[in-house]
């Protein structure tokens, strides 16, 4: 028997973005913390926040098809020192 998870997080608006942004100076950076499973912070990824940009979201080729822009927040590994395999 598998045990499942109902996950259903609330995804933020501008709106709320806005607020939450109200008192940090312009020049402070955003970092992001990625879920290691749904809802799981305990041992999160920690990324840079480096662009927004609209995202064209495509629903399928069906009667009712159609096309929705989503804003998506960009994260990239934090500055310093990675090891790379060259190959």
Known sequence: ?????DHTPQVWTAGRL????????DETPIHIAV???PGDF???SEYALVDLEPVEKDFGEDA????EVEYTLFADY???QYHVDLV
């Open 1 to 5: 028997m598998t045990d499942t998870y």
């Open 42 to 44: 305990e041992g999160y």
């Open 18 to 25: 806005r607020e939450a942004l109200a008192g940090l100076s």
């Open 64 to 67: 009712e098809a159609r096309t």
């Open 78 to 80: 934090k500055a310093g």
């Open 35 to 37: 879920a290691d499973g």
